[in-house]
């Protein structure tokens, strides 16, 4: 019971969601690894020869409107994708953890100020929030991580503030008070290694939303630029061509769905966990 | 203060918010306490009884410093010693997600009053689970691996750690079955013989209190009813609700 390995062993076996997720992830992983050293064509290379072409052997995820290789430029996309949502993940989680924590933990004045004004943050929808973030510091794929990371604060924060509301006046917070831990380690080698849990199956749905939103907005036009594109802003180039050369708008798109997938489904195995 | 008294309490009153209170009502704060008072010599066992709902925990919150709103004074002889308390439930009274090893050493890690070495707290941790009667290999499991009487143990063991001049025991075995109950209250008995340590022991259980305290108060609707040498009490009640208690336990007769 106590051997991490077997606990391991026998989640995998009972836990499906944990494989499928895991295999899934993996392989995305895999593709943006892969692409970090060698794409099958130069993901900027333009060729008038060979624009818009379907699936072939030669090029496996077919061209785009200016004869690029789609496999290699949705290589290099998933990376962008996935380091703007490991971004903003990164951002919404440290940062909300760090207000949540607080808040909850301390209560009283401080805690209805800041969750009055995360309730207001809240009151937008994450993408409308980082619209207005991005249409004032500019597009970018910098800005728009740290527009979805503002964005994503508020969630975090309310999460991890309920946990702590929770934890507060548990007996063992009490008990290691009496014995002089300070607030300070209460807070963060205490409480927080208790909420763990809740804290990564989260993270993982944020991983998605994070996707989604990246996709989202640079669909609106904002984020990342010409020529390197992310899979959000591939999507909205290929969408003129959907008829034409649906390839074009399926296979980045596949490869959005199965990032959400895998990260879904990673996030249900962890919160199954046994 | 007399120089052999760990412990005073003078008229405290204690309050609590009153979660319910409307943002008009007068009444923002509900009294748990009125007037409590008490004095306790060194090395002595006192045992706090009283129904469910008395503020017996409400006392003993406010003595170590948990409960802060208060009026009254509260004097302890040693400045630097916090006391320590065991609480009633053992289950939610250890941080499910640390090992027991490092549970008893977090007291020393947090001393202000000394800079452990590891190999200091390696020995005192030994010391302690010897006290306690818990094999060393303990130190690896989780609290979720132990059972009750096991986590009551370690909870009296996280007490001592720093040796506290005052151990206050909330309720310490009513979670627990009748067997264990004995061995727990055994193993505080010997800790109080071989240490002299004192003990504010609060208990359901009159017969248990009459076995193991020296004074006893009863507390009813968060005020002492009666307080004294607690041969004296059991043999003379002086309060209806003293007897009334002492008759519902089968320890007088009708
Ligand atoms: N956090 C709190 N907020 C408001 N009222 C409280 C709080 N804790 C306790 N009280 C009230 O204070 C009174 C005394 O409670 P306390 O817990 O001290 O009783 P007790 O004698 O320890 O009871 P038990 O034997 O059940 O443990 C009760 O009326 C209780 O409702
Ligand atoms: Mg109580």
């Not at chain 1, 975090?156 to 507060?168: M, Q, T």
């Not at chain 1, 989604?212 to 802003?233: F, H, N, R, T």
């Not at chain 2, 090395?43 to 009283?50: H, P």
């Not at chain 2, 996280?158 to 055994?186: G, N, W």
Request: aromatic fraction near 8%; include cysteine.
């Amino acid at each position: 019971m106590s051997n991490p390995g077997k606990a391991f062993k026998r989640n995998i076996r009972e836990n499906p969601y944990l494989l499928a997720g895991m295999i899934i992830t993996a392989l995305i992983l895999l593709m943006i690894l892969v692409g970090i050293f060698w794409t099958p064509y130069d993901p900027t290379q333009m060729n008038s020869a060979e624009k818009l072409q379907g699936i072939s052997l030669r090029h496996i995820m077919g061209t785009d409107n200016m004869g690029r290789d789609v496999f290699s430029r949705v290589m290099y996309g998933s990376r962008i994708t996935l380091l703007i949502a490991i971004g903003t993940v990164a951002i919404g989680t440290i940062v909300g953890t760090a207000i949540g924590a607080v808040t909850g933990y301390f209560g009283g004045m401080m805690d209805e100020i800041l969750m009055r004004i995360i309730d207001a943050l809240f009151a937008f929808p994450s993408i409308l929030l980082a619209l207005v973030i991005v249409s004032v510091f500019g597009t970018g794929w910098i800005q728009l991580l740290v527009a979805l990371g503002i964005a994503f604060v508020p969630s975090y924060a309310r999460i991890v503030r309920g946990e702590f509301l929770r934890c507060r006046n548990m007996d063992y917070v009490e008990n290691a008070r009496l014995q002089g831990v300070s607030d300070l380690r209460m807070i963060f080698v205490h409480i927080l290694p208790n909420i763990k849990g809740v804290l990564a199956s989260s993270i993982l749905i944020g991983f998605n939303n994070a996707v989604l939103a990246e996709a989202g907005l640079s669909y609106l036009g904002v984020g990342s630029q010409p020529p390197y594109a992310s899979l959000g802003k591939m999507l909205s180039d290929a969408q003129q061509y959907m008829f034409t050369t649906p390839s074009y708008v399926l296979c980045p798109g596949i490869v959005i769905v199965l990032m959400v997938l895998g990260f879904a489904f990673l996030g249900e195995g962890i919160s199954r966990w046994k | 203060m007399n120089e052999n008294t760990v412990l005073e309490v003078e008229n405290l009153n204690v309050f609590y918010k009153n979660n319910k209170s409307s943002l008009f009502s007068q009444n923002k704060k509900i009294q748990a306490l009125f007037d409590v008072s008490l004095s306790m010599e060194e090395g002595e066992v006192l045992a706090i009884a009283g129904e469910s709902g008395s503020g017996k925990s409400t006392l003993a919150r406010t003595i170590v410093g948990i409960n802060r709103d208060y009026t009254g004074r509260i004097t302890k002889k040693y400045e630097n010693d916090t006391p320590q308390m065991v609480f009633q439930d053992p289950y939610s009274s250890l941080n499910p997600a640390k090992k027991i090893g490092w549970l008893l050493k977090e007291p020393l890690r947090v001393d202000r009053n000394k800079k452990w070495t590891a190999t200091e707290m390696d020995i005192r941790v030994k010391e302690i689970m010897e006290e306690i009667e818990l094999p060393m290999s303990m130190l690896e499991r989780s609290p979720a691996q132990l059972s009750g009487g096991q986590r009551q143990r370690i909870c009296i063991g996280i007490a001592l750690m720093r040796s506290p001049k005052l151990l206050i025991a909330d309720e310490p075995v009513s979670a627990l079955d009748v067997t264990i109950q004995a061995q727990i209250l055994e193993l505080l008995e010997n800790l109080h013989k071989k240490h002299g340590i004192s003990i504010i022991f609060i208990s359901h259980d009159l017969r248990v209190v009459y076995k193991i305290s020296d004074h006893v108060m009863i507390m009813k609707d968060g005020r002492v009813v009666e307080y004294g040498k607690t041969r004296d009490v059991y043999l003379n009640p002086q309060h209806e609700y003293t007897s009334q208690l002492l008759k519902a336990a089968g320890i007088i007769q009708e």
